[in-house]
C-alpha cells in the first residue's frame, strides 16, 4: 500500500508524539490528528515566516502566513534544536 501524509500523521504513533494523546501502548485511545499545524520559511537576515493553520481542510487548507521576523526565527532555531537533541535530526 501506498503512505500517504493522512495515514503518516493519523497513525498512533504520530499522534501519541505530536498531539499529547494518551499513549496507546498502555491502553489509552488516541485522537486521530486533526491537520493543525504549522511550518517555518526562513529568509534573510536571521528572519522566518510561520505558516499555520488547519492543513487538512477541505476543500483546501486554511492557512495564514505570519510575516518574517527574528522572534519566529528564534522559535525555529530553537526547535531545530530541540529535534536535534532529542530525536537526532
Known amino acids: 500500500p501506498v503512505n500517504t501524509i493522512e495515514s503518516v500523521v493519523s497513525s498512533p504513533v504520530f499522534v501519541r508524539v505530536g498531539t499529547g494523546s494518551p499513549n ?3 491502553g489509552g485511545t488516541a485522537t486521530p490528528y ?8 526562513e529568509f534573510n537576515g536571521r528572519r522566518a515566516a510561520a505558516l499555520e493553520g ?8 486554511i492557512l ?5 521576523d527574528t522572534e519566529t526565527y528564534a522559535r525555529k532555531a530553537f526547535e531545530a534544536e530541540r529535534l536535534r537533541e532529542w530525536l537526532g535530526v
Open 24 to 26: 496507546v501502548y498502555d
Open 34 to 41: 486533526d491537520g493543525a499545524g504549522y511550518c517555518f520559511s
Open 64 to 68: 495564514r502566513m505570519v510575516e518574517p
Open 54 to 61: 488547519q492543513f487538512f481542510a477541505k476543500p483546501k487548507p
